[in-house]
């Protein structure tokens, strides 16, 4: 073969050695790619599965808090269960008494129809000893006027005459007799009757006790059922998380990523939070100003009952003027935070402002649960009744903090506020001042004192009084409550007055 045959030859396996070589690069750069991409999947997997570890402890954390607060319903609900039986009880004793009552009212109905029946014939034989009396004095004219005719038997006539006298006031000091014994028999007729009112009345009032227990059993049976509901809810909750429990556990232990990624544990969270809400605030609170809600948590806070820091978190809260928000951001503290008591009060206040009465009431009881509850807590739930208008509970608590050793100063602030809410301003005010004057009481309850002579000065139109209330209290306790609006508006009122 010559030369000129072999060179195109030549060029045409130098060209595929070329592209060959081309080739061989361009496969190299792709499984160096490839496994750039087997590395990052590598390292993705390993992330997932120390994601869905995490995702499991939560998830476990998540159902042993559910079983916890499973116990605590379970509990509630026995206690309830005690409760209604105790009201059965109480029912039935309340039944017993009144049969009681009843039986007494008739025996006591029954004597006194028989003594009226013996003073009815007592009656009749008072009348025939009158007639007798009658027919006596008529016979004794009759023998007066023989003893003119026959002066013969005068001596005998007279004879029978003194003994027929002597008759006829033996029978007027009987007759007397028995018109004092009438008069007796009239009384215990009368005090029987006045009794067997009196047995009456207390059986009414048996019966009403009565209807009421029958409503609380009612509101309790009630309180049970919905308790059951929420368990059962509950128990669902926990199995579903029990089953994205073993989900996670498949997934963890397998080296596939998962093709959909199972639901956190934050969702089932999210809707028990939201199912408890749904129970707890089903009512639609309508936007309220909250401004006693207000004015309480300054106070608590210039008692230092809460810092400065969380009265300024709860303060941005009761700004936005949205009651369903402030329950649900301060529930955590008011039900499992160390001190829950002020939060407590907090929500019952902003709850009643906002009309729900029956909601407040509640969290101000739990707010005074507790052997040692701090005396101005109790006055200022004594506060929010009395603008609920709840009176009686109102004096309870007065009573209750007289008893205290440090609850004196405020028990009377209390009364003294229950007088002025009746327009009796002037003994509210000798009430107050009367506090001033107990001894050895904390500081803040002289200042609260001298606060409310303030207010009932203002209501008096009396300004320059209220200034000189205010002064006296920022000079005494200068972080007492928000002063200084407060004396600057009386200052100019009593200049305007």
């Not at 207390?202 to 368990?231: F, H, P």
Request: aromatic letters at 2%; hydrophobic letters at 45%; glycine letters at 4%.
């Amino acid at each position: 073969m010559d030369q000129t045959e072999l060179t195109p030859a030549l060029e045409r396996v130098a060209a595929s050695v070329v592209e060959t070589h081309r080739k061989r690069q361009q496969l190299e750069e792709e499984l160096k790619a490839a496994a750039a991409a087997v590395a990052s999947l590598h390292s993705q997997s390993s992330s997932l599965e120390a994601s869905i570890v995490t995702l499991r402890d939560e998830l476990e954390h998540a159902v042993r808090l559910k079983a916890q607060e499973d116990s605590a319903l379970q509990s509630l609900a026995d206690k309830q269960r005690a409760a209604i039986d105790q009201l059965a009880a109480v029912a039935r004793d309340v039944e017993t008494a009144l049969a009681d009552h009843n039986r007494v009212a008739g025996a006591v109905a029954a004597e006194a129809e028989t003594a009226r029946e013996h003073v009815r014939e007592v009656q009749s034989d008072v009348a025939a000893v009158k007639a007798a009396l009658g027919g006596l004095t008529t016979d004794t004219g009759t023998l007066r006027k023989r003893l003119a005719d026959v002066l013969a038997s005068v001596e005998t006539v007279t004879a029978q005459i003194t003994d027929i006298e002597s008759k006829a006031a033996e029978l007027n000091t009987a007759v007397d007799g028995v018109a004092a014994n009438i008069c007796v028999i009239a009384d215990g007729i009368d005090k029987a009757d006045r009794d067997r009112k009196n047995v009456v009345a207390k059986a009414d009032g048996l019966r009403t006790a009565s209807a009421a227990l029958e409503a609380r059993r009612a509101e309790v049976s009630a309180t049970q059922r919905e308790t059951e509901e929420l368990l059962s809810e509950h128990a669902r909750q926990t199995a579903t998380l029990s089953q994205q429990i073993e989900h996670l556990s498949q997934l963890a232990l397998s080296s596939q990523p998962p093709a959909e990624p199972p639901p956190p544990v934050r969702d089932a969270d999210a809707a028990y939070e939201a199912h408890r809400d749904a129970k707890m605030f089903a009512h639609s609170h309508a936007p309220a100003k909250l401004a006693y809600t207000k004015e309480l948590l300054t106070l608590l806070v210039a008692l230092s009952t809460v810092s400065a820091e969380e009265g300024g978190i709860v303060g941005d809260l009761l700004a936005d003027q949205d009651v369903d928000k402030v329950v649900r951001s301060l529930w955590s503290r008011a039900m499992g935070g160390p001190h829950p008591a002020p939060y407590r009060m907090i929500i019952g206040s902003a709850l009643a402002e906002s009309g729900d009465h029956k909601g407040a009431v509640t969290f101000f009881n739990k707010a005074l649960e507790g052997r040692n509850v701090d005396p101005m807590l109790t006055y200022l739930v004594a506060l929010a009744l009395l603008r609920m208008k709840r009176y009686v509970d109102v004096l309870r608590l007065a009573q209750a903090l007289h008893k205290t050793k440090h609850g004196k100063v405020l028990a009377r602030n209390i009364e003294a506020l229950h007088l002025a809410a009746g327009g009796r301003l002037a003994e509210a005010e000798g009430k107050l001042v009367e506090a001033l004057t107990v001894p050895g009481q904390p500081r803040s309850h002289y200042s609260e004192t001298m606060y409310n002579l303030s207010q009932l000065a203002q209501e008096r139109g009396a300004m320059d009084v209220a200034a000189s209330w205010l002064e006296k209290i920022a000079s005494a306790d200068p972080g007492y409550r928000d002063l200084s609006a407060h004396i600057e508006s009386s200052r100019i009122d009593a200049r305007s007055g």
